[in-house]
């Protein structure tokens, strides 16, 4: 039940909404007839909304409080138990593939293309999650191995006319290579200033791509990026979309399959180890400096390849598409889906990826609902929409 | 009896403090050893210089693993003096949380396995062999500590004196010759600390370990050393058997000086 402190909470909340949004949702000044107008009805609804939304909210936190105090055990997340159960996991799985290969013949165009931005997302959220969510190495400037990649195949195509199916491993190596020289230098730094370097690292590949004409044209870009061929046929526009759709489930899948091999393996104990403490971990004999920087080479391996694929979707490029913005975007689908959790970041791109572009109303407010969602995720489900659970090893116990 | 860990004239200068002043001391192979003395003396920075979490200011610390030549610690990063046969666990529990019971064994493993990120994208048989190995031992370990009970359950949710056995497991499975233990005891109640003085003397006399121990729990230091070293800010004041250390001079003023103590 409403309690009465909540309600005289609720009612300063709301009061201080209105004193802080006074400026923005009450006053207008008509710059045309030069008068101040004041919209006194909007102040009310402010006040209202104000009210109810923390009242709303103080419910919740205490559902979620009673709920924590209800079963501390059985938290693992719904759709790790279905793939858990021999009797759901293949009609789960066969629902998946059914629904991916159907897809873009039943919806149109339009769909299928959103859906492979979004599935360039699960990848890029896939790699970062190694840095981010396994290593605990908190990278802000992800975006420009991504770019890396998509200019690879822009470059590459332009000048040596090497197709997209070639472009694909050398992208690949080229991330390697670019995530090792730049993790040399800053991965000596921790947390803070990890994210900082890394920050101003993505930036001036950026600015580079902008300034340095020769290479890429500039701000300009580069245009009439082939899609991929099949066996030398080019599809017309129509098909080409959803033969880039299957490239990148197949991507995907691929991707999902190395991480979990990673993750459960003795380079991916390795780098939660680092992520849980840095000292204990190398206490227990395992190179930092070498961990950490194989987390971030193979991270930006798979950022470089979400980059091929983001190049041969959109046919052009240009330095704009590698903003800070993206790095942000990339960074919120793995902490909202589930930092450390592969399923979850692949929930995370869908859902942060899709929903902007099917609620066109709010995807000006992009930024602002990313924010406000990472608030709610923060406060009531910390460890993201689908949080990650650890392998349990099946073996034979030995009789002594 | 040959000493395995030589250390000479150990200083640590923390600014203007220093938190050891010219340390000596050795363990002998087969030994349970101790190192006590009051809050703040500086132990678990011994311990610290020792394993190359801090760089020492001065000093020699070597070690002879049992049918090696000797060789010098000093400026080795720590994953290093692990891989070297030094092994330790901490004062304040520092478990790896996002993981099993048994993945924290595990992670003790690493540095005695090889299969790197390629082997483990393709799973070759060496890998999975490996792997396979990796789980068995871990789990042989959990069981001689007494902890295979838990062996699925996440490393958090073990009750206090289950994870400063963890501690010791994940420890053991990095295959050391010599266990540095801070603070085992801290903390538990007395049936726990009877099963620890237990462990630590079936681990010295099956495991082949040697053992050197950092306590403030008096009854368990007398009855488990061969050997005590006491220190008292930064300085080395005494060593020797339980009778000899309990009946010295410096010792008792160090530790009455110290109301603190439980001794
Ligand atoms: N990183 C550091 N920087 C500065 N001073 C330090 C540092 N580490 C330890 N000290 C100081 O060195 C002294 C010895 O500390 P240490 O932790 O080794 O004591 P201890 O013998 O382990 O004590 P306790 O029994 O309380 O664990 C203390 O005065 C401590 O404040
Ligand atoms: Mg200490």
């Not at chain 1, 009609?91 to 979004?118: E, K, Q, R």
């Not at chain 2, 200068?13 to 340390?23: S, Y």
């Not at chain 2, 007494?146 to 990095?174: H, K």
């Not at chain 2, 004041?237 to 010295?248: F, L, M, Q, R, Y």
Request: some cysteine; charged content about 20%.
């Amino acid at each position: 039940m409403v309690t009465k402190k909540e309600i005289k909470q609720s009612f300063f909340i709301a009061l201080w909404f209105m004193v802080l949004t006074f400026p923005l949702m009450v006053i207008k000044v008509n710059t045309i007839k030069n008068i101040v107008v004041f919209r006194w009805t909007n102040l009310i609804w402010v006040g209202i909304v104000g009210f109810l939304a923390s009242l709303i909210w103080n419910y919740f936190l205490r559902m979620k409080d009673e709920k924590k105090k209800a079963d501390t055990k059985d938290n693992i997340p719904i759709v790790h138990r279905l793939l858990q159960n021999e009797k759901f996991r293949i009609p789960f799985l066969a629902a998946i593939g059914i629904f991916a290969l159907v897809y873009p013949f039943v919806f149109p165009m339009y769909h299928t293309s959103i859906m492979i931005s979004a599935l360039v997302y699960v990848m890029l959220g896939l790699g970062l999650n190694i840095v981010v969510g396994l290593a605990g190495l908190l990278d802000l400037g992800y975006v420009a191995f991504y770019a890396v990649g998509a200019y690879a195949y822009a470059l590459l195509n332009l000048h040596f006319g090497i197709s997209f199916w070639v472009v694909l491993p050398i992208a690949a190596l080229l991330g390697t290579i670019f995530g090792t020289l730049l993790g040399y230098p800053v991965l000596r730094l921790r947390g803070d200033y990890l994210a900082i370097v890394t920050l101003g690292f993505g930036e001036i590949i950026r600015i580079v791509l902008e300034n340095w004409d020769e290479l890429g044209n500039g701000p300009r870009g580069i245009g009439n990026i082939p899609s991929p061929s099949f066996f030398g046929h080019q599809f017309n526009q129509h098909n080409s979309v959803i033969y880039i759709y299957f490239i990148v489930i197949a991507l995907v899948l691929l991707t999902i399959f190395f991480v979990n091999r990673l993750e459960n393996s003795r380079i991916g104990r390795a780098w939660i180890a680092l992520r849980d403490d840095e000292i204990a971990c190398q206490a227990m004999g395992i190179d930092k400096f070498k961990t950490k920087l194989t987390a971030f080479a193979l991270g930006a391996t798979w950022a470089a390849l979400g980059g091929v694929v983001f190049a041969a979707k959109t046919s052009f490029i240009n330095p704009m598409s590698f903003t800070i913005w993206e790095s942000i975007t990339i960074l919120c689908v793995v902490v909202i889906g589930g930092m450390g959790s592969a399923i979850g970041v692949i929930a995370g791109a869908l859902v942060l990826i899709l929903l902007p572009e099917y609620l066109r109303a709010v995807a000006e407010y992009r930024m602002l609902v990313f924010g406000a969602l990472q608030v709610v995720v923060m406060v009531f489900k910390p460890e993201g929409l689908i949080q990650g659970v650890r392998k349990i090893y099946k073996f034979k116990k030995v009789e002594e | 009896m040959e000493p395995i860990l030589n250390v000479k004239n150990l200083t640590m200068n923390f600014g203007g403090l220093k938190a050891l002043d010219t340390v000596n001391l050795t363990v002998e192979k087969g030994q349970i050893a101790a190192l006590i003395g009051p809050n703040g003396a500086g132990k678990t920075t011994f311990f610290n210089c020792i394993t190359g979490i801090y760089e020492p200011s001065e000093g020699l610390v070597e070690i002879t693993p049992p049918g090696k030549p000797t060789q010098k610690l000093n400026g080795l990063k720590t994953n290093y003096v692990t891989e070297r046969g030094l092994a330790r666990t901490f004062q304040n529990i520092r478990l790896f949380e996002g993981m099993t019971v048994l993945e924290n064994v595990m992670i003790g493993r690493h540095c005695r396995l090889k299969s790197g990120i390629i082997k483990a994208m393709l799973r070759t048989s060496s890998q999975k062999d490996e792997e396979k190995q990796a789980v068995y031992d871990s789990y042989e370990i959990l069981e001689k500590i007494g902890l295979d009970q838990y062996v699925d359950e996440m490393a958090v949710n073990l009750p206090y004196g289950a994870q400063r056995r963890l501690e010791i497991a994940r420890a053991l499975a990095t295959d050391p010759f010599l266990l540095l233990l801070d603070e085992p005891a801290a903390g538990m109640n007395p049936q726990e600390t009877k099963e620890l003085d237990e462990l630590i003397v079936w681990l010295r006399d099956n495991e082949n370990v040697s053992i050197l121990l950092i306590e403030h729990d008096m009854k368990l230091v007398m009855s488990l050393s061969d050997n005590i070293h006491v220190v008292d800010y930064g300085k080395k004041i005494a060593e020797g058997t339980p009778e000899e250390v309990k009946s010295n001079p410096e010792v008792i003023k160090a530790y009455l000086g110290d109301e603190s103590e439980d001794a």
